[in-house]
């Protein structure tokens, strides 16, 4: 009997154990680093804790796609793989669709703005130099925004429901005004490259201090409506955008993509 009872210890022993792993891992799935990705990816091969583990793989991936997209990508396919539980693996392959649908768009930026002068016009307001596009300009309040709007990733309907698309409209607020968008944008490789912007309404961009885009239209936002021949440069970019509101919707997206159209492999992005 008592090495029954023992043994009956021992097992609730290691019951409470693996459900103290199991909430740590759900705890792991909101953290957005790279080593939280390892530590999860670690424990696939565990049975007490795979499905745990396969879930805070998912969670973590995404938050990791646009900087690591690619590490994010391989990550969700072992959590495919390993999952036995249906809704997980129907999670994987909802977020592997997520990841190809995104192909090349920034989804991380910052924000400024909003900036306005009496009486002008989005036309006129894109004309006018605010201090995001001033070498040097002091005072300017950068902020995080993610493109997408929440999980509505599949529902095309609505631009503002694709995963790539920042609404100003819910980040900035307000009507005739501007504001900027600034991402990093790293290549593997120097080389010529196509920038393909969507706006609402006018929009102007800059890749590298230079302008590549002036678009002074009042506009609904069609994904990669405007397409301009860039130089991508190995290592860092710096991208910038400006997007002026006259009424109604306010919103942007960018993606690179190459000459032809095809995606870019080694692009990673971040704000």
Known sequence: ???????????????????????????????????????????????????????????????????????????????????????????????????????????????????????????????????????????????????????AWDDEEDPLDLPFVVDLEKAVGGDYRAAYLRASVWSSSDGAARLEVGSDDCVKAWLNGEVVLTKPVLRGLTPAEDKVPVTLRRGENRLLLKVTQGEGGWSACARFRSSEGAPLPGLRTRP
Do not use: C
């Not at 009956?8 to 740590?24: K, L, S």
């Open 1 to 151: 009997p008592a090495e029954r009872g023992n043994e009956g210890g021992a097992a609730r022993a290691a019951a409470a154990r693996d459900e103290e792993r199991a909430a740590a891992f759900a705890e792991l799935g909101k953290i957005g680093h790279p080593a939280a990705l390892t530590v999860a990816l670690s424990s696939l091969d565990d049975a007490a804790v795979r499905q745990e583990a396969a879930g805070a793989v998912i969670n973590v991936a995404m938050r990791l796609v646009g900087g690591r997209t690619e590490e994010a990508r391989a990550a969700l396919e072992r959590a495919r793989a390993a999952a036995t539980a249906e809704d997980l693996r129907a999670r994987a392959r909802h977020a592997l669709d997520r990841i190809d649908l995104l192909g090349g768009h920034v989804v991380a930026w910052e924000v400024a703005g909003p900036y306005t002068r009496d009486g002008r016009t989005p036309e006129e307001l894109l004309a006018d130099p605010f201090a995001p596009e001033q070498d040097g300009a002091a005072g300017i309040e950068w902020r995080p925004v993610t493109a997408g709007a929440g999980d």
